[in-house]
């Protein structure tokens, strides 16, 4: 079930090679067939499996510490930068500048560095991902997530459970559910129109991963006393777990996935499922790829005019 099926199965590993080397193609596409089992899936794909729970893992990890440095009440940050909307700004820059390094890691090249159940799921919609890949990526990040929070605790100590901090859980700010809502459903759809809009382009598909960067750094900022910014309920569980904050669950679950998915819709209403030639952010032209790729024919140069 998705937006698109307008794809053609690759029925074996050596036909992907064939496809690939006629192609010439300078990396390998590596997809799922249909009937692959999950044994198939994790033969295939465990190293992008594992990189995607190794992502939100650090991306978890640097949230941690950057919010303890920053916010702790007894850090000497907070004593030399009293202002908490300066320091609010030092933390959208730092995680702003976390995804860059992610998306652009020799693991984030190879995964597709989504680090997101939702962004997964919403690729999955878009045919882009086998479900297994879908099923595992997600599980990997829930299980990554919790993971780098745990490496949090045993590196920041208590300091990172102090109520200043709270292992950065996220929860709805003074202004309520509603607009947490919102917010969070704004961050979906304007995340995904920019990935898809970007990604899918030649020349700006060079750029997707300074332009999530930018938008992670501005949503920490605008957002974080809105809704906590959570954009990712891997994210959220991840902090809840430890910190036994539960507020307005669902919110995380649903808003940034209505948002995604809208944001799919329209896209492919527009220009047309044939319009998604992948499912990784940022795609280089080396690193192996697990999806139902079509990158090598946006990636070909444009011809030239030629004159007589």
């Known amino acids: ?33 249909p009937s692959a089992t999950l044994a198939d899936a994790i033969a295939l794909h465990w190293p992008e499996y594992l990189f995607e729970g190794l992502e939100l893992g650090a991306f ?23 202002s908490a909307v300066l320091r609010l700004v030092l933390m959208g820059i730092a995680m702003g500048g976390t995804a860059i390094a992610i998306i652009l890691s020799p693991m984030g090249r190879r995964s597709g560095a989504h680090f997101n159940p939702v962004v997964s799921f919403t690729f999955f919609c ?10 595992l990526y997600i599980a990997s990040q829930f299980l990554g997530g919790a993971f780098g929070v745990v490496i949090a605790r045993i590196l920041l100590g208590p300091q990172l459970a ?17 607009l947490a809502f919102l917010a969070e459903f704004f961050m979906g759809l304007l995340t995904m129109t920019v990935v898809l809009q970007s990604s899918n ?23 974080s006393p809105v809704s906590g910014f959570s954009l990712n309920p891997a994210r959220t569980i991840s902090s809840a777990l430890f910190a036994g904050v539960w507020t307005a669950m669902w919110l995380y679950f649903t808003a940034p996935l209505l948002g995604m998915l809208l944001a799919a819709l329209l896209y492919v209403f527009f220009f047309g499922s044939q319009a998604v030639f992948c499912a990784k952010i ?9 999806f139902r790729c079509r990158f090598q024919r946006l990636a070909q140069p444009e011809p030239s005019a030629s004159h007589s």
């Open 201 to 223: 382009r030649q020349r700006l598909s060079r750029i997707t991963w300074l332009l999530v960067g930018l938008l992670v750094a501005t949503y920490v900022i605008a957002f």
């Open 126 to 135: 878009l045919g882009k991902m086998h479900r297994l890949d879908a099923l």
């Open 1 to 33: 079930m998705g937006f698109s099926s307008e794809w053609t199965p690759i029925h074996s590993r050596e036909e992907a090679r064939a496809i690939v080397e006629n192609q010439s193609a300078t990396y390998p596409i590596r997809e799922l067939s």
């Open 60 to 82: 978890m990890l640097s949230a941690c510490a950057f919010g303890t440095l920053l916010f702790y009440s007894e850090s000497p940050i907070v004593t030399w930068l009293p």
């Open 282 to 290: 940022y795609h280089d032209l080396h690193s192996p790829c697990p």
């Open 162 to 178: 102090s109520p200043s901090v709270r292992y950065v859980v996220t929860v709805p700010g003074q202004y309520g559910v509603p």
